[in-house]
């Protein structure tokens, strides 16, 4: 069984950063395709930006695309998502997801989630 667990959320100013990360424990953890997803209250979760096994591929949502970085550390079995120009609308709780298939844009593609790690954009 996979298990992820996010950290690196906070509260910062608009216009600031934040790194998450996803680190799985339990087995061994490797070639998955990895996303992260977020929901803010009141909306539905949506696809933030996914990797694939290698790092070789990474598809962002349109709206997040320049701002917003994924990435993996093969080594450690960690992915990433490191967020710039962050701006309130950004707030949500944001989601680390593994799938044991090919990268995804949708919630159906992943097999194993996180609990979710809150961002809070002020202004």
């Known amino acids: 069984q996979v298990q992820l667990v996010e950290s690196g959320g906070g509260l910062v100013q608009a216009g600031g950063s934040l790194r998450l990360s996803c680190a799985p424990s339990?087995?061994?953890?490797?070639?998955?395709?990895m996303g992260w997803f977020r929901q803010a209250p009141g909306k539905e979760r949506e696809f933030v930006a996914t990797?694939?096994?290698?790092?070789?591929?990474?598809y962002y949502a349109d709206s997040l695309k320049g701002r917003f970085t994924i990435s993996r550390d093969n080594g450690k079995n960690t992915a990433y998502l490191q967020m710039n120009s962050l701006k309130t609308e950004d707030t949500a709780v944001y989601y680390c997801a593994a799938s044991m298939g090919i990268v995804s844009r949708v919630e159906a593609g992943y097999d194993y989630w996180g609990q979710g790690t809150q961002v809070t954009v002020s202004s």
């Open positions: 990797i694939s096994a290698s790092g070789a591929n990474r």
């Open positions: 339990g087995r061994t953890y490797s070639r998955y395709a």
